[in-house]
């Protein structure tokens, strides 16, 4: 039988063709094996592009990912091996699609990313979302030690061990928003490796608009699609990808898929940036880099 597909999350208000479905992938994170279902299925959005996970994973598997685990006390994230990357890796793309993701790990990188964004001054307020070790605000606060940091997560893991955090704020954007918004207006929210997780991205994007300063960017990078993915690709490419995390990662956005989200809360996609199967994208409130 045929399984119903829940509704492309990008696209909510929008009529859309019948989405298509790519095939099942099964549970492949042991901590979550026996707690809900064993496959779930993987569709695509002919509207926005965006492939998506169907059924969402019930709450007990949600909890049981991120409440009742640790994520950060791994070999990649701890010792020799990460204060080796923080010194060598030079390529943001790169370092996006590194893992685990190290974008938010060197102050060389950030330096050039702040240099790249449209803000012609310091950046002087920080949002992690999502944030785990809160690696963006330690490079924002090591580059501008004036820089207000804020970081959210939901797991209170490395709350800790962030000293470069000035305001760490334990559980989800939604629950928390009032306190986080009493902080607010960002020139930089960071969400690295976190849209994929979420259960409604446009929502999240949507705080995320109103938290953003006028003139701020909001900075995203996930994974995409594995490397050399055609729509008539076999479900395999999916199953042997090192990014496939089932049932962890939600969604998989492209450009356009991108673009939908963006629009949807109220945001414009001002830089994409793709590298093999993950991307780097850059949201703002205007169209165009020149109005700043
Ligand atoms: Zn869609």
Redesign the pocket.
């Known amino acids: 039988m045929v399984p119903i597909p829940r509704q492309?999350?990008?696209?909510v208000g929008?009529a859309?063709a019948r989405?298509e479905r790519l095939g099942a992938l099964e549970v492949l994170l042991q901590h979550v094996r026996g707690i809900g279902p064993d496959c779930y299925d993987l569709f695509r959005?002919?509207?926005?592009?965006?492939i998506?996970l169907s059924p969402l994973p019930p709450q007990e598997v949600l909890d049981a990912l991120y409440i009742h685990s640790s994520q950060f006390d791994c070999p990649e994230y701890q010792g020799d091996q990460a204060v080796h990357v923080l010194r060598n890796h030079r390529l943001w793309l790169d370092a996006v699609r590194a893992r685990p993701p190290l974008c938010h790990m060197s102050n060389r990188w950030v330096r050039a990313f702040l240099r790249r964004l449209p803000i012609r001054r310091k950046v002087r307020s920080v949002l992690e979302v999502g944030s785990g070790l809160s690696w963006m605000c330690r490079a924002a606060k090591s580059v501008n030690p004036e820089t207000i940091t804020v970081a959210q997560d939901i797991s209170s893991e490395a709350s800790a061990s962030c000293p470069w955090v000035d305001h760490f704020v334990i559980g989800s954007l939604d629950f928390r928003y009032e306190e986080i918004r009493s902080l607010a207006p960002f020139q930089l929210i960071s969400m690295s490796h976190v849209i994929e997780h979420l259960l409604d991205p446009v929502h999240v994007l949507r705080m995320c608009s109103n938290l953003l300063h006028s003139k701020g960017v909001l900075f995203i990078s996930a994974p995409s699609r594995p490397e050399g993915w055609t729509v008539s690709s076999s479900i395999e490419i999916w199953r042997n990808w090192e990014l496939n995390q089932n049932p962890a990662h939600l969604q998989y956005f492209n450009k356009r898929?991108m673009e939908?989200c963006a629009r949807q809360s109220g945001l414009w996609l001002l830089n994409y940036e793709a590298n093999q199967d993950a991307f780097i994208a850059w949201l703002g409130h205007v169209p165009r880099f020149r109005l700043w």
Do not use: A, D, K, M
């Open positions: 492309c999350p990008n696209c929008h859309t989405v959005c002919p509207g926005c592009e965006l998506y898929s939908r």
